[in-house]
C-alpha cells in the first residue's frame, strides 16, 4: 500500500488519542500496540470489504479449511509486512522514541492451536491471500486455547493461557448476521409428513448459539485479503432459563474455552465431540446461506464450495452436510450423498492409529442422534455398493465407518470425499501400502500426495530480518517475492567472504537467543558452542528421549575424561506434552534434571550445556530457529507425517540431523547427501520388526555396556529427583520393549552426533552446508503446497 511516514505519524498519533485521550512519552506498550492495530485496521479494511464484494459479484468458487486449530502466532508483524509498510513503521517509531520491540512484545500468540497442524493451518492461510486464491479458515476462538507452561521443579504445571489478556483479540471483527444455532442431545425420530416423505423430529434437544468473529488474513503486498472464521458459543437468550446456575452456564462456556480438553474422562470425550461439531456445524451451515445468495441450485453447491477436512477433527462434516441438505433443505439422499462427496476432501497428518478419532457409538448417539442416524444410513449403503460391486467381504468389514461400537471419524472423511492426501511422499506411501492400503484398494483415484510446506517470510523477513538483509546484498530483493530465488545462493558456495557473512549472523542470532536465555533461566551459554535444537510437542514417537540418552553419554564421556576434546555443545528443548500424556510429562522432568546435573557440574568445563525453554509457541520459535545450528529431526522412520519444524530451521541455515521420515527424505533429495545427516533404521528395517516381531530390547541392553549405562542412569540415583519417572522411562525402554526402537538407533545417533562435531570444527564447510540448505530450502514453501491443493483439488482460481 501507498502511505508516506508523514501520514503514518499522523494516523498512528490521531488513534493514540482517540483510543487512550493520551501522548506518545505516557503510553504503555500495550496502549501503543492497540493504537497501532486500529491504524493497521484503517489501512486493511477497504480492501477486506473490496475482496468480498469481488468474490461475492463475481460468484466466484471458495476453499473452506475446516481445521481444530489455527497457531499464527502474533499478527502485528506479518500484517504490517504483507501490507508493505513493516520498515517504514519501525522508522517512524525510532523518529518517535517508541521501542518497536516492546509494541511487538506487547500482543500475545493467538492460542488457537498447539504444533504443526496449527502452524500449518495457519501458514495456509496466509499462502492462500498471498497467492491469490480465495481460500478461508473455519475454526474456533479458543478463550484460553492449549495451556500456559510453567517449569516448577522440572515438572510441566499448566496454567490458563489468558492470550486474550485485557485487550482482546485487536484483528477481530464480531459478525452478528452470520449467528446460527446448533442443535445437540435430546431425542429424534422420523415421521411422514403430508407429503409422504420422512422428516426428523427433535425432542429435548439442547441449542446453542454460534457466534463468528472474522481475522483477516492478509496476502503479502498484493492487496488481498481473505477471511479466517473463529466460533464462539453462547446461550440463546429465550433458552436463559434452561440454565440458572453458574455451572450450567460453564459447562457451555467450556465447549470453546480450550482446545483439546482432556478425554481421558467420558466427560472429557463428550467435551470433545461437542467442540469439533459444534465448529463443523457451525461452519457448513454460513457457507451453505452463503452460497444460496447466489440463486443456484444446492445440489450445484460442489461447483462453487469446496470444504476441506483438516485432520479427522471435523470428519463429521460429511455427516452434519447430509443433514443440512436432506433436513433442512429437502433434497433427496442420492443427491444430497453425490452433492457431499463431490464437495469434501480430508488430509491426513499421521499413520498413528491412536491418532484416528473414533468415538464411542453410545456417546455419538447421546449427543448427536440426529447424525448418528444419518452415519448409520451412510455405513448401511456403504456396505451395500461395495458388495454389489465384488469388493472382498473382509475388506468392506475393514472399511465400515460403524464397527466394533465405534465410529471411525478418518473412515467416514474418505468415504465421503473425493480427495485424500498425505503430507509427504513416505507419508502418503504408507498411508497406501499400510494404514489406508484397503481404502486405496477401492479408491485409488482419491488418494495423492501435498507435502507441507512453511511460510518463507515469517522464518526470513520477520524472525530472521539480519538473515534477509544478507540475501539482499548477495541476490538482491526480489528473492522476497519470488522464494524461488533462493536457488541463486548456490553460485556463491565457495565465496569465502559470502560464507564468512552468513556465519556472522547465524552468530548474531545465536547472541540474542544466548541473552533470552540467561534472562530466563539464569544458563550462561556460549555462543562459539553448537547450538543442537529439538522443538516441538513432546510425544514418544519424535523421541526427545533419544535425544537426552545421547547428553547423558556425553556426561559420562566427560566425566570419565574431562579434557576430552569435544566443540562445546548446548542442547535446547521447548516442547509441551498433553496434560494427560504421563510418559512425555516424565521426559520433560528428566530433561529438567539432567540440565540441572550437567549445568552445575564444574567437571564439565562448560564443554556442554541442556536448556528446557518453557512454554514453547511461535514468538519463542522465531527467536530459537534462526540461532540453531542442528536440527534434530529424529523421530522413529515412518511415523512423523511431514514435519515443518525441519523446513524452517533449513531455511535458517541449519544443518538437518535426521532419520529418512516425513520430509526429511525430500529435504534429503535436495540438498544432497553432504548437506545434512543421516542415520537410524529406514522405514523398511522397522516394517522388518513388525513383521518378524524380533525386536528384543533387552538383549541390546544387555549386550551394550556403553547403552546399559545410559539407560541405568535413570534408575541408578545418578540424576536426582527422578525416582519414579526415571523407573518410567527404564521400564518403558527394557520391560516394554522400547516401542520406538531407541536401544537399536542409539549407537548410529551417537555416530551421527560425533560427525556433527567433527563437521563443525571446519568453518568452510560447516558454512558451505549451512548455505545450501538456505538455499535449497525453497522448494518447502507453503505457496506452492497451497498452490497445488487449489488448483489440483479444490479447482479454485486466483
Not at 488474513?217 to 440454565?243: A, C, K, S
Not at 549472523?505 to 553448537?530: F, M, N, P
Amino acid at each position: 500500500m501507498s502511505v508516506t511516514k508523514e501520514q503514518f505519524i499522523r494516523d498512528f498519533k490521531d488513534a493514540l488519542h482517540e483510543e487512550h485521550l493520551i501522548k506518545i512519552p505516557v503510553a504503555t506498550p500495550t496502549e501503543l500496540f492497540t493504537s497501532l492495530a486500529k491504524v493497521i485496521r484503517k489501512y486493511y479494511t477497504p480492501k477486506w470489504l473490496e475482496r468480498n464484494k469481488r468474490l461475492s459479484d463475481d460468484q466466484e468458487k471458495i476453499a473452506f479449511y475446516f481445521s481444530i486449530e489455527f497457531l499464527p502466532g502474533r499478527m502485528l508483524e506479518t500484517n504490517l509486512l504483507n501490507l508493505g509498510i513493516l520498515d517504514l513503521v519501525k522508522d517512524s517509531f525510532s523518529d518517535l522514541g517508541i521501542d518497536f520491540e516492546a509494541v511487538k512484545n506487547a500482543e500475545h500468540d493467538m492460542a488457537l492451536g498447539n504444533g504443526g497442524l496449527g502452524r500449518l493451518a495457519a501458514a495456509f492461510m496466509d499462502s492462500l491471500a498471498t497467492t491469490g486464491y480465495p481460500g478461508f479458515g473455519n475454526g474456533i476462538r479458543y478463550q484460553y486455547g492449549l495451556f500456559k507452561q510453567k517449569i516448577v521443579n522440572g515438572h510441566q504445571v499448566e496454567l490458563p493461557d489468558a492470550w486474550f489478556g485485557s485487550v482482546g483479540n485487536v484483528w477481530e471483527v464480531r459478525k452478528d448476521h452470520d449467528i446460527v444455532d446448533v442443535k445437540l442431545y435430546g431425542n429424534v425420530h422420523l415421521e411422514m409428513n403430508e407429503h409422504g416423505k420422512l422428516i426428523p423430529i427433535h425432542e429435548n434437544s439442547q441449542t446453542l448459539r454460534a457466534v463468528p468473529y472474522d481475522v483477516p488474513q492478509l496476502g503479502y503486498q498484493n492487496g488481498i485479503v481473505n477471511n479466517l472464521r473463529l466460533w464462539d458459543v453462547e446461550i440463546p437468550e429465550e433458552d436463559e432459563l434452561h440454565y440458572p446456575t453458574l455451572e450450567a452456564r460453564r459447562k457451555v462456556q467450556d465447549i470453546t474455552a480450550i482446545l483439546y480438553p482432556d478425554d481421558s474422562s467420558y466427560e472429557g470425550k463428550e467435551l470433545r465431540l461437542t467442540q469439533e461439531y459444534f465448529m463443523t456445524s457451525a461452519g457448513l451451515q454460513t457457507i451453505i446461506k452463503y452460497y444460496l445468495k447466489q440463486g443456484r441450485p444446492l445440489a450445484k453447491i460442489h461447483e462453487k464450495v469446496s470444504v476441506h477436512i483438516n485432520d479427522t477433527h471435523p470428519a463429521v462434516a460429511p455427516a452434519e452436510f447430509m443433514r443440512l441438505l436432506i433436513d433442512e433443505y429437502g433434497l433427496e439422499w442420492q443427491e444430497a450423498w453425490e452433492t457431499t462427496v463431490k464437495t469434501m476432501s480430508y488430509t491426513n497428518h499421521t499413520i498413528l492409529s491412536e491418532a484416528l478419532e473414533k468415538w464411542d457409538e453410545g456417546l455419538f448417539k447421546k449427543v448427536l442422534p440426529r447424525v448418528y442416524q444419518i452415519i448409520l444410513e451412510i455405513d448401511n449403503r456403504y456396505v451395500v455398493k461395495m458388495a454389489t460391486d465384488g469388493v472382498d467381504p473382509n475388506i468392506i468389514e475393514k472399511t465400515r465407518i460403524v464397527k466394533d461400537g465405534q465410529i471411525h471419524m478418518a473412515h467416514l472423511a474418505i468415504i465421503g470425499g473425493y480427495s485424500v492426501n498425505g503430507v509427504a511422499k513416505l507419508h502418503t506411501k504408507l498411508l497406501q501400502e499400510d494404514t489406508l492400503s484397503d481404502f486405496y484398494a477401492i479408491y485409488p483415484e482419491k488418494f495423492n500426495n501435498k507435502t507441507n510446506g512453511i511460510v518463507q517470510r515469517r522464518w526470513t523477513q520477520i524472525a530472521a530480518p539480519e538473515l534477509s538483509e544478507q540475501i539482499d546484498k548477495v541476490i538482491g530483493c526480489d528473492w522476497r517475492k519470488d522464494i524461488h530465488q533462493l536457488e541463486e545462493l548456490k553460485h556463491y558456495v565457495n565465496d569465502d567472504t559470502v560464507l564468512n557473512d552468513f556465519y556472522c549472523v547465524k552468530q548474531k542470532a545465536k547472541e540474542r537467543l544466548a541473552t533470552y536465555i540467561y534472562e530466563t533461566t539464569g544458563i550462561t551459554v556460549s555462543t562459539q558452542a553448537i547450538f543442537d535444537v529439538q522443538v516441538k510437542r513432546l510425544h514418544a514417537y519424535k523421541r526427545q528421549l533419544l535425544n537426552l540418552m545421547h547428553i547423558i553419554k556425553l556426561y559420562w564421556d566427560l566425566k570419565d575424561n574431562p579434557d576430552k576434546d569435544v566443540v562445546p555443545r548446548v542442547f535446547i528443548f521447548g516442547a509441551k506434552a498433553a496434560p494427560g500424556y504421563h510418559f512425555a510429562k516424565s521426559v520433560i522432568k528428566l530433561i529438567n534434571e539432567v540440565a540441572n546435573l550437567v549445568n552445575n557440574d564444574v567437571d564439565l568445563k562448560d564443554k556442554l550445556k541442556v536448556v528446557f525453554l518453557e512454554n514453547y509457541n511461535v514468538s519463542l520459535a522465531e527467536l530459537i530457529i534462526p540461532a540453531a545450528d542442528v536440527s534434530e529431526q529424529i523421530s522413529l522412520a515412518s511415523k512423523e507425517a511431514s514435519g515443518t519444524s525441519n523446513m524452517k530451521f533449513m531455511m535458517t541455515g541449519s544443518v538437518t540431523l535426521a532419520t529418512l521420515d516425513g520430509a526429511n527424505i525430500e529435504i534429503k533429495d535436495e540438498v544432497g547427501d553432504d548437506n545434512i545427516v543421516i542415520f537410524g533404521m529406514t522405514k523398511d528395517d522397522v516394517y522388518d520388526h513388525y513383521r518378524k516381531h524380533d525386536y528384543y530390547s533387552r538383549g541390546i541392553y544387555e549386550n551394550q555396556p556403553v547403552i546399559k549405562r545410559v539407560v541405568d542412569t535413570f534408575v541408578d540415583g545418578t540424576i536426582s529427583d527422578v525416582v519414579s519417572e526415571g523407573m518410567e522411562i527404564f521400564e518403558s525402554l527394557i520391560t516394554h520393549n522400547d516401542e520406538y526402537f531407541l536401544l537399536e538407533d542409539f549407537m548410529s545417533y551417537v555416530e551421527a552426533q560425533e560427525k556433527i562435531d567433527h563437521l563443525y570444527r571446519d568453518k568452510k564447510v560447516w558454512s558451505q552446508m549451512s548455505l545450501m540448505n538456505i538455499t535449497k530450502s525453497h522448494k518447502f514453501t507453503s505457496d506452492d503446497t497451497i498452490s497445488q491443493y487449489a488448483e489440483e483439488l479444490w479447482q479454485i482460481k486466483k
